[in-house]
């Protein structure tokens, strides 16, 4: 009889805990999302307004680092594949555009400076197949202005050549790759100000 009872009392048991396990499994799914949730949300109030304003204006092949300072694209055009890395120097006084463009199937990696103003800075080494028109080299235009509360800037990039004395470019117009003004106020300097001898 001792031991029907025990084997009895076995088998309450495993119907009890096979009746509440799947609600604290669900319990405890519920708890992991609710603070992975919360964790997120908390990530996002500590980041800067103006990182979530860029990241959302961002065209497509963009994405923004985590510094908050920094845009890297992957451009495609006319058959060639780079890529264009803009870092905002807004501690820097002037502000500039420290601008990284590389190409690992030719082995480049370009790194420049574009400073205030309106200007196309040509890519050594870099060239697109412009259609009826032949080989062009590759520009980044950039337009920058302001200060680090108002730093405005536009960057595009295309390929210009010369046909009979008129300017040809491709595309038509310019790939856009970051157009905004931003305040940068809260946003720390990028590590790429401090390790710059300017």
């Known amino acids: 009889p001792g031991d029907a009872k025990k084997t009895a009392l076995r088998l309450h048991l495993v119907r009890t805990f096979s009746e509440i396990k799947p609600s604290i499994t669900m319990k405890l799914a519920f708890a992991c999302v609710v603070a992975a949730s919360l964790w997120a949300s908390s990530v996002n109030a500590q980041e800067p307004p103006v990182c979530q304003e860029i990241r959302q204006s961002l065209p497509s092949g963009c994405v923004l680092y985590s510094d908050c300072a920094t845009v890297y694209c992957d451009v495609s055009i006319a058959g060639a594949d780079f890529g264009v890395a803009l870092t905002f120097d807004f501690c820097h006084n002037p502000i500039d555009l420290l601008i990284s463009v590389n190409d690992s ?8 400076v574009a400073v205030s103003g309106s200007e196309s800075y040509p890519v050594p080494g870099l060239s697109i197949s412009i259609p009826d028109v032949g080989s062009a080299g590759v520009d980044i235009n950039v337009d920058l202005s302001g200060t680090r509360s108002t730093f405005s800037v536009a960057v595009t990039t295309d390929a210009c050549a010369k046909v009979w004395g008129k300017s040809v470019c491709y595309p038509d117009p310019a790939y856009p790759l970051f157009k905004g003004t931003w305040d940068f106020t809260g ?3 990028p590590p790429a100000s401090k390790l710059r001898k300017v």
Do not use: D, E
Request: some cysteine; overall charge neutral; aromatic content about 18%.
């Open 187 to 189: 946003v720390p300097c």
């Open 105 to 112: 199937s030719i082995g480049l990696n370009y790194t420049f």
